[in-house]
């Protein structure tokens, strides 16, 4: 029968750009030709991924060490790897990019107009006040906005969106850390 390896990415769904799959060198790399990469809501029939599926990101046709499947931007509670010939299905690491903060529980110290700290992770990247993505505090210091990822998370990168219509210096000298608590903050 099929074989599949899952991980679930959160019930907020994130926004999944890519999935790199890294292939065995040392022998079999052919195994993972014809897997394939699925968004899912949920996991309660794997025999059936290719129909239940939210999204099908690609199946996997090179047998390269490092593999990059796009996603493009689609949302999904799980992430699915499938092999549905039987082949055993051999993945030595699996590295998936997108906006993994979308919707996750937000809080600052003060909000200012309007600028509710949920609008700096609402998959809305529009840099203008008007277009109602931005997040603001007063102008005390140290001000500061914090997510919470809910789990330890690796995190490789972090990505700020700042306003293009103006104020562009109130984020110079912004830091930004990841610890295990706001008490650690």
């Known amino acids: ?25 040392d022998c079999c790399w052919d195994r993972i030709r014809g897997s394939s990469v699925y968004l899912s809501n949920s996991i309660s029939d794997l ?9 099908n990101c690609g199946t996997i ?19 699915v790897v499938n092999q549905p010939s039987g082949t055993p299905l051999t993945l030595c690491e699996v590295e998936v990019s997108g906006n993994i903060a979308v919707g996750l529980p937000t809080g600052a110290d003060t909000e200012v107009d309007g600028g509710s ?5 609402d ?37 700020l969106y700042n306003r293009g219509d103006c104020c562009q210096d109130q984020l110079s000298g912004a830091k930004v850390f990841v610890v295990d608590s706001l008490a650690d903050a």
Do not use: F
Request: a negative charge.
């Open 123 to 159: 998959a809305n990247t529009d840099s203008s006040w008007d277009g109602n993505s931005c997040s603001r505090t007063d102008s005390r210091e140290p001000g500061w906005w914090w997510l919470d990822l809910g789990s330890a998370t690796a995190i490789q990168s972090v990505e």
């Open 117 to 121: 700290p949920a609008r700096a992770n």
């Open 1 to 25: 029968g099929p074989n599949w390896w899952w991980v679930e990415l959160g019930e907020n769904r994130p926004e999944v750009d890519t999935v790199k799959l890294y292939n065995r060198q």
């Open 47 to 55: 025999y059936n991924i290719a129909t239940t599926a939210t999204y």
């Open 61 to 79: 046709s090179s047998s390269n060490y490092i593999i990059t499947v796009n996603c493009d931007s689609n949302r999904g509670q799980y992430l």
